[in-house]
């Protein structure tokens, strides 16, 4: 008899009346049946992304989403601003430099978020920037950036506004519309408890333009094939039929709960996640701008960080993540996103202050625990 | 109680065994657990695929695994043979367009197969020719090219051979390696008996030399990366994981069927289907060259097409597919192909007479299951 958890920051785990759906017997998608599944989710994305635009599926990883957006509003030779603040940001950078589009890149340490300052000074000196890129939450470093302010700074320019809200979306605040978010990327596989295998992006009316004009070439991710097939309740090219049925169920869900008590749940989680680690003895990795889905904390002086990841989850079959590229082996991450609610995380609090105890590590046992009890009681 | 019968050229009905492997919990891609997953599926898809190559598996529809091809093999002002007998063979020549590589276009009749010949004279004509584009079954005439001929014409060149097994890997035979198929791409959703979202590719060493070489603008489908990860048992990008462990078992199936069972199985329900229509006085639109996955009928006169397919699934929960573009209305098509055997084949010819006969078309009730008994009964 063994039970599993899985506290990373995506795949999150499946919600049972999810898998369900997805488990169904397949329907064809050409077929008035599957279009309302299509009206259906259409709508409810555009509840979660906080958009009057259409939201478009594809059938993909995020990252796919992400191509879609720079092949969508760029051609070789133009300029852009990507913000590399971890992993994800760079991979922006990477997506332009193969299609030809120079990156100018805003490095920021791993840790913190970006300084809208930054962005603004930058789209100053140089008009010829066409898009901003950045990221909701670093999923690498735990941190979440000010969304609302780049808007803001980015908003009165020529240039658009790109957010990778695969980690994020649906689970932390982000307007859309509100916030000036000219296209917002995202995944299944994370806020909308689905497996990954579909991904989302919206486009304002400032990127539709961008993207009549784009010379980049494209075919399977072209926005104008998938505009003109959801014109007719279609998608350009067949569908992933089981998880947009499943889909339909997560968005049900949300809507139910309603997003602003999602968004409280999660703030819940991430607040009783950093107490427990504080209380502890461990150090939080971004202590500023601390993102509500994932948080990123110091593997301790003496503790074999990947240790410590492999025997919670071969040993215990409580999975957490640890850390990526530069910060391999330096610090674990504990995600709070999705299908997770205060027992989850206790669980994983337990099993982290088991597994430390075995380490070596001096703390007293149940400390953690008693911190996150105090968050959640209040 | 409405019970449902699929019988369409993809999706293809799900086993529920596998529909309950994809509705397992969640496990995270970056563990010992799921990299077992890879190592299963990859010996897997090298049986189906007949290759001793390594198959990727890409996060897509099958129209991204054939841009994989596209991006991977070629440069822009590349030229090219693409054969077009049908909607499919012409997304081939789309998607070079898209990418600026010049499509010589061998345009065949839809409804009959391309002849090898042709094709070698092109590539004499033009030495320059450096890969062919053709397609296994098309889905949208219901024709099965020669692709050992073709590749016997091919072999020698320069050029290497594409061909997209989307429709029929899996379902009748196609020997990559001893055919000559340097790329061969594939979906989930036709023979292999999954939901659509996963699509294949496999490459021989004559075709990586190409992608060495290529120059066209690529990321998500960038066989560098995926032959980098693959290595390393991973993707590069999160793989749609509860398709792929849902593939693990379809994959099991067929081996433990063994492929010459499966290719046995649907040329006898394509022959029980084909003497069904012959026997119901309706003619083939392509009687030579015929696909054994799918059979498409022409429409007899004084019959309304389109309500004919919506009749059968609305009334009766039979679905079949209509006539693609040009052939909207002219044709309907007979799907056998994937988890479907005689008794699917039996039902659906029972539905097709009795909507046929409500609408007015003459022949004798019964005509057409006797038919494909008479087969089944061999």
Not at 47 to 75: H, K
Not at 187 to 214: D, R, Y
Not at 293 to 306: F, L, M, S, W, Y
Request: with cysteine; aromatic share 8%.
């Amino acid at each position: 008899m063994r039970k599993s958890y899985l506290l990373t920051p995506g795949p999150t785990p499946i919600p049972p009346q999810v898998s369900q759906e997805e488990a169904k017997p397949i329907i064809h998608h050409l077929t008035p049946q599957f279009q309302a599944v299509i009206k259906e989710v259409s709508e409810g994305l555009k509840y979660v992304f906080q958009t009057a635009s259409d939201v478009y599926i594809l059938a993909s990883s995020g990252t796919g989403a992400m191509e879609a957006a720079v092949v969508n509003l760029l051609s070789p030779g133009d300029t852009v601003i990507t913000v590399e603040a971890g992993k994800f940001g760079e991979r922006w950078t990477e997506i332009c430099q193969a299609y030809c589009v120079t990156a100018e890149v805003i490095k920021v340490e791993w840790g913190k978020a970006v300084d809208p300052k930054e962005i603004e000074k930058r789209i100053k000196n140089n008009p010829k920037i066409k898009a901003v890129f950045t990221t909701l939450c670093e999923t690498s470093t735990g941190v979440t950036n000010d969304i609302q302010a780049i808007g803001t700074v980015v908003k009165g320019t020529g240039a658009v506004l790109v957010v990778d809200a695969i980690s994020g979306l649906g689970a932390i605040d982000l307007k859309t519309d509100a916030w000036s978010v000219d296209v917002c990327v995202s995944g299944s596989q994370k806020g909308l408890m689905l497996p990954p295998g579909l991904s989302f992006i919206s486009l304002s009316p400032k990127a539709w333009e961008l993207v009549e004009l784009a010379r980049s070439p494209r075919y399977y991710f072209d926005m104008r094939a998938a505009k003109k097939a959801l014109e007719k309740t279609d998608t350009p090219y067949t569908p992933a039929i089981s998880l947009i049925i499943a889909l339909a169920e997560s968005l049900k869900m949300m809507k139910q709960d309603g997003l602003e008590n999602v968004f409280a749940r999660h703030r819940k989680m991430a607040d009783a996640t950093r107490c427990a680690m504080k209380d502890l003895g461990l150090e939080l990795f971004a202590p500023t701008a601390a993102s509500d889905v994932v948080t990123a904390v110091k593997v301790p002086a003496g503790i074999d960080g990947e240790k410590l990841v492999k025997t919670m989850r071969d040993t215990y079959r409580v999975t957490i993540a640890g850390g990526q590229a530069e910060l391999k082996g330096k610090v674990f991450r504990f995600a709070h996103m999705g299908y997770i609610e205060e027992f989850d995380i206790i669980v994983g609090i337990s099993c982290l202050e088991k597994v430390l105890k075995q380490m070596g590590y001096k703390f007293e046992l149940g400390a953690g625990v008693k911190a996150a009890e105090e968050v959640f009681f209040k």
